[in-house]
Each structure stands twice: as structure tokens, then as C-alpha cells.
């Protein structure tokens, strides 16, 4: 935090003190009333019957206009932070011109007479442009054809370039990121200022104004209590009158300010700013700071497998021979099957192939014979020019296009699933002549991860369609509580609302259109910035860098927060409970004597008490501030070990601390000679 984040927090606290506003934070204002009432005891004490000497009113009103401003100061610093970090954000905002199309043309066939170049301001909703190697994309937007390589790193952080193409659920681009190679045709789906930056701004500037649910029923129970405490304050004066005990307004007020929750009181928009700030700092767009907060209590996690619990590159790992084929020929099938085939499995098939010393000529493989995957017929393959024709494809694919199958093929397919991998079948002219193995490794350390969300308390799901005995090792490899294989994505949905229908609290992640209905049933869905629009409008969070797991961390954020502010709370209240046995036997042991054995902090005076109080009261604001914007420190363990910990160092603290607090206050008072 810099000086001029600071004094301008500083300036803005002073604003701050404007009832109109600090009404809406009820212990405060009534802070504020009463800093108020005491100046005009200390301006005109013979109106109050006021019998202390005017420097004693004077020390309470200084003391208490320094416990206001530290309180707005705290949400103004949180702010100022936010504000920073919103600046950042807008300085990654770059004006770049577009290519807009004239008309809507195949992408071959686009030319330079077709292109309209405009700034990014001018392009609409809607509109498409024409983007090539080298371009910065204008806006966010959707691929409606081709595919490229893309630089996120300026929006991200991400040094690695992503692929992005048409058709699938890697189609979203995102305003200000860069073309590295290729070119494509962009549909824009963002109007201006509706950007994914945009909303990234926005939501760290509206975060100082939209309290959430939790904080909202904090609020309401912090001011019941001080409603009750200015009850009991307010009437002390009426038994003070029948123990023939005079209790002079500023003791009073004394008395309510101590035991009011005023520390909780100033740090509540402070915690709730500082966690949304967080949330973006990890490139998540929280639709609201309740998708937050249901983050922190989630007890169920709906994850995909391939992409989110594995890499969701599946490999060539081996190739083997079924019957009376051999190595060879199991190896070169599928190296002719899979010469044409782009995607990362047919790349892979054919680098292993190479790897094991196959070669085949180009001229033999004719480009037309290809047949692309279709996922009627479960297969892909080539026909060669001599009439030879082959296929790879499911084991169901297979067997169904197979003249005859061999009995082990289903054995050796089923020994590739029970090892995590998938296995593909090998046909050459209706003949069963090997298997390839595929393999999709678990991402680094998901094990870890998996562990650490199970330890908060939270059941992990994984829904995937391979088979039972691949879902089944995957399952077992990541450390997962259940898992549903041969699942459709239109089951999902299913799965939350019976899991909501429990009691539970459910979270997952998808970036597929047909991710969206269950995002936007679950308690918190959360979607990739890569994935389709639907999905991204179906969530109630969207990240910015496309990991699924990322999942976990916003888990981590929600919880923080909501363990920032139990904590605060929890060492509020102690606090009070400390202050209570201070004030009330400086208070009243004149006429009730045997209040006096209640002073345990041997105090020197009732003035010394006092003021020793309130000067902790206004000082533990400030000293708070850096633990409410950096947030409690979050370890992953149940909720019970969790209640028990803060409960003995925060409500320990918070009954330690004021005792020794006050009394060194109190003798460095007496010390200077105050008293």
C-alpha cells in the first residue's frame, strides 16, 4: 500500500463522517452520535450535570472522534486497495482497431475489400471480424470459424499460448489478447463497456457498495445489540438515582461504547472489499459477493474429469496386437488410420508410431480417403487407393464393424480400463488387428488438492462418460468420495438438484453448453472464460484463466472470508465481555462496595479507567486493519476443528489482550502524571 493510498484513505474517512452515510453502519453511527453528545458535554457541562473537570470530557471526545475516523478509515483503505487493483485493470484496457466484416463470408474467402476497419469502440454486438497473425482481438467474442494459437498472457498471466477454435468448448476469445498464428472469423458478444475486463472492474469498484447476505445479517445482529445496550445504558441513570448513585452522561457513554461491538463494527466492510479484491487478483469474475460467501459453505464439488481432475490430453502409450497380427502391423494401422487425423489423440498415435520406427509414404495415403470421427459411427479411418480400408474407433464401434471378434479383445480392452486408460480398436478391411491404449494422466498435484478439499468438510463427485473401470481408477488415483461414469452432460443437472435436494451446498464447473443448466442450478457455478457464452452467462463465476480447478482456490477465498469475519467477531465480543469487567466496577463500586473486588486490573481511578479503555477501544481498530485485508489465514480442516481454534486464539485473545492492554494504558497515564 502506498503513501498516497494512505492519505488518500485518509481523506475519504474524513468524508465518511457524514451521518447520511455511516447510518448505514448502525454501531458506527451511533459511535458518532455519541462523540457528538460528549463534545457538548465538554462544551457545556453544567447542562448535563456534568461534575468532572473539562479536560476529562475533553480527553473522551478526542478519543472518540479518533475511534470514528479509524473505523471509516478501515472500509476507505480497503477501497483504496481496490481501487488500485481496478486501475491495473484498466490499464490492460487497450483502444485497438477491428476488421469488421461487410457481409458474412466463408473464411477462405475473405478479402481485403470485405474488411472495414474500425476502432474497437465502433464494433457492436454481434458484428463479425476478421483477425490473422498478429492481430489484437477487439473485443470478446466467439469463433465462428477457424482455429489459432492465442496470447493470453496480458489478461491471464499466463505465459503459454492457448488454442482456441470454432465448434467446441474452446470457442470464447477474450478483448485485448493476441493472434499468434492462424486466422479467424469472431462473432462479438460483448458490447461496449460489457467487456470481460469491464466486468472485472466493475466488480472490484461496486464490491465498496453491495454488502453481502452474511454481512447484512451481521449488521442487523451487531445493531440489536447495541439497540440493547443503549436500553441498559440509558437507564442507569434511573438505578443509579436508587443506589443514590449519580452516573454522569460521559461515563455513560463511556460504558455503551465499551460494550458495543464497534471493533467488528468498522472492520465489516473492510473484510468483505479486501475478499472480493482477492477473488479478482485470481482472475475470477464473481457475479455477486454472494456466489462468494456460498463458496465458503459448500460441502459438495461437482467436477468433470477430463480437463479438471485429468490433463484432458489423452496420449498414445502403446499399441497391441489382437490375434494373429504383430506389433508391426497393430503399429502401422494405426499410424495410416491416423496420418490425417488432427487432433491430439491422432497426433500422438502417430508420433508413437514414428517412435517405434514405422514409415509411410505420403503418396499411398490419399487425403480424400480420410473419413473424419463421426459420432454415429464411434470410428474414423482411411481408404487407401489399393481398396484397403481401415478403421479405429470404440470397442463397441469395432466389434459392430467387425466380420468376427477375437476373444481376448474385450479382455485387453478391459485390462487398459482398469489401468485409467482408454482403450481404441483396430480394424484393417473387417479384421480386429490390435488395440491402442490411451492414457490421460491426472494433473500435478490434483491428488494434493483433492486432500486438501476434502479435509474443509467438502464431498468431491466426479462425473465422467468413460467407462465404469476407467472412471473407477481415476476415482481412486485422485482420492475422490464418489464418481458416476457413462454419464451424459444432461445428467448433471440431475446430480445437483438431488445433492440440493439433501441439504448440500453444491458447487462445479463446466465450459460447455450443455454445462449451463446444471451452473446455473448449482450453488455456485463456475465457468470458463474459454467456454461457450451460455455457459458463461449460466455461472455465477467465470475465470479468467480457464482452469476448472480453479474451483478450489475460490473455495479457499470463500471460506477465508467467512472465517475473517467469525474471528473478528468472535475477538469483538471477548473484547466487550474485557472491557465489561474494567468499566462496571470503576463504575459503581463507590456506592456498591462489593463491585470493588471485581477490579482485578487494580485501575487507578474511575477517570484513568475511562479513558484507559477507550484509547484501547479506538487503537485495536487500526492494529485489526491489516489482519481484516489480508485475511485469517485459511488451513483446510474440518468446520468443528476450525470452531475450536478460533474460539481459543481469537476469543482467547480478544479477553487477554484488553486486560493487558488497559492496564498498561492506564499506568502510562498515571506515569506521565494524566492522573
Not at 60 to 80: C, D, N, P, Y
Not at 106 to 114: A, F, N, R, W
Not at 297 to 311: E, H, R, S
Not at 632 to 641: C, F, G, I, R
Request: aromatic share 6%; glycine share 8%.
Amino acid at each position: 500500500m502506498s503513501r498516497e493510498q494512505v492519505y488518500q484513505a485518509l481523506v475519504d474517512a474524513i468524508k465518511k463522517l457524514n451521518p447520511g452515510y455511516l447510518i448505514k453502519n448502525p454501531v458506527i453511527f451511533v459511535t458518532e452520535l455519541s462523540t457528538v453528545l460528549i463534545i457538548a458535554v465538554t462544551i457545556a457541562p453544567q447542562f448535563f450535570g456534568g461534575a468532572q473537570g473539562r479536560w476529562y470530557y475533553s480527553a473522551i471526545s478526542a478519543v472518540l472522534v479518533f475511534t470514528v475516523v479509524f473505523a471509516t478509515f478501515a472500509e476507505s483503505l480497503a477501497e483504496a486497495q481496490g481501487e488500485a487493483h481496478a486501475e491495473s485493470l484498466r490499464a490492460m484496457k487497450e483502444e485497438v482497431t477491428g476488421n469488421r466484416l461487410r457481409e458474412d463470408k466463408p473464411l477462405e474467402e475473405i478479402t481485403e475489400e470485405d474488411l472495414e476497419e474500425v476502432s474497437s469502440e465502433e464494433i457492436e454486438k454481434g458484428d463479425l471480424v476478421y483477425v490473422e497473425e498478429g492481430d489484437m482481438i477487439p473485443r470478446d467474442g466467439s469463433i465462428v470459424e477457424g482455429s489459432a494459437s492465442i496470447d493470453e498472457s496480458a489478461i491471464t498471466g499466463e505465459s503459454e499460448p492457448v488454442i482456441r477454435q470454432s465448434g467446441g468448448d474452446k470457442s470464447s476469445v477474450t478483448g485485448g489478447t493476441e493472434v499468434l498464428s492462424d486466422n479467424l472469423k469472431i462473432e462479438i458478444t460483448a458490447a461496449a463497456g460489457e467487456s470481460f475486463l469491464d466486468e472485472m472492474i466493475g466488480l472490484v469498484e461496486t464490491a465498496s457498495r453491495e454488502k453481502t447476505p452474511n454481512e447484512i445479517s451481521l449488521t442487523l445482529l451487531l445493531a440489536s445489540f447495541t439497540f440493547i445496550y443503549m436500553l441498559v445504558v440509558t437507564t442507569l441513570t434511573f438505578f443509579g438515582n436508587y443506589v443514590h448513585l449519580n452516573v454522569e452522561v460521559a461515563d455513560q457513554i463511556a460504558l455503551l461504547i465499551g460494550l458495543m461491538p464497534t471493533t467488528v463494527g468498522a472492520l465489516l466492510s473492510a473484510i468483505r472489499i479486501a475478499g472480493m479484491t482477492r477473488v479478482t487478483r485470481d482472475n475470477v469474475i464473481a457475479k455477486s459477493g454472494k456466489a462468494v460467501e456460498s463458496a465458503g459453505d459448500l460441502d459438495v464439488l461437482i467436477l468433470d474429469k477430463t480437463g479438471t481432475i485429468t490433463t484432458g490430453e489423452r496420449t498414445a502409450t502403446e499399441f497391441i496386437p489382437i490375434g494373429s497380427s504383430d506389433n508391426s502391423s497393430a503399429a502401422k494401422a494405426a499410424f495410416q488410420s491416423s496420418f490425417y487425423d488432427e487432433t491430439t489423440e491422432g497426433r500422438s498415435i502417430v508420433a508413437l508410431a514414428e517412435h517405434e520406427g514405422e514409415e509411410v509414404s505420403e503418396d499411398k495415403l490419399p487425403e480424400e480417403g480420410f473419413t473424419e470421427f463421426s459420432a454415429e459411427t464411434g470410428m474414423s479411418g482411411i481408404d487407401l487407393d489399393d481398396g484397403t480400408e481401415i478403421r479405429k474407433g470404440s470397442i463397441d464401434a469395432i466389434e459392430e464393424y467387425a466380420d468376427s471378434v477375437p476373444g481376448e479383445l474385450d479382455d485387453k480392452a478391459d485390462e487398459i480400463a482398469d489401468s485409467g486408460g482408454t482403450p481404441l480398436g483396430l480394424a484393417v478391411d473387417g479384421k480386429v488387428v490390435g488395440l491402442i491404449e490411451l492414457q490421460d494422466e491426472l494433473k500435478t498435484g490434483i491428488e494434493e488438492r483433492i486432500a486438501e478439499i476434502k479435509k474443509m468438510g467438502i464431498k468431491t463427485v466426479m462425473c465422467t462418460g468413460d467407462n465404469e473401470r476407467t472412471a473407477r481408477y481415476i476415482a481412486e488415483q485422485a482420492g475422490l468420495d464418489e464418481y458416476y461414469a457413462e454419464f451424459q452432460p444432461e445428467e448433471k443437472i440431475g446430480l445437483v438438484e438431488e445433492e440440493k435436494a439433501k441439504g448440500h451446498m453444491v458447487g462445479m464447473t463446466g465450459d460447455g453448453t450443455n454445462d449451463a443448466p446444471a451452473l446455473a442450478k448449482a450453488d455456485v457455478g463456475l465457468a470458463m472464460n474459454a467456454g461457450t457464452a451460455a455457459a458463461k452467462e449460466a455461472g455465477n463465476m467465470v475465470d479468467m484463466d480457464s482452469d476448472p480447478t480453479k474451483l478450489i482456490e475460490v473455495v479457499g477465498i470463500g471460506k477465508q472470508l467467512l472465517m475473517t469475519r467469525g474471528s473478528l467477531t468472535t475477538f469483538s465480543i471477548a473484547n466487550d465481555i474485557s472491557r465489561y469487567f474494567a468499566l462496571v466496577p470503576a463504575l459503581f463500586s463507590a456506592s456498591i462496595p462489593a463491585l470493588g473486588k471485581m477490579n482485578l486490573m487494580n485501575l487507578h481511578s474511575l477517570q484513568s479507567v475511562v479513558i484507559s479503555s477507550l484509547i484501547y477501544n479506538s487503537l485495536i481498530i487500526p492494529f485489526l486493519v491489516p489482519l481484516a485485508m489480508r485475511g485469517v489465514e485459511y488451513k483446510p480442516v474440518s468446520a468443528s476443528q476450525l470452531l475450536t481454534r478460533n474460539l481459543f486464539l481469537y476469543g482467547g485473545s480478544g479477553l487477554v489482550v484488553p486486560f493487558l492492554s488497559i492496564k498498561l494504558i492506564d499506568m502510562l497515564l498515571v506515569a506521565v502524571g494524566v492522573f
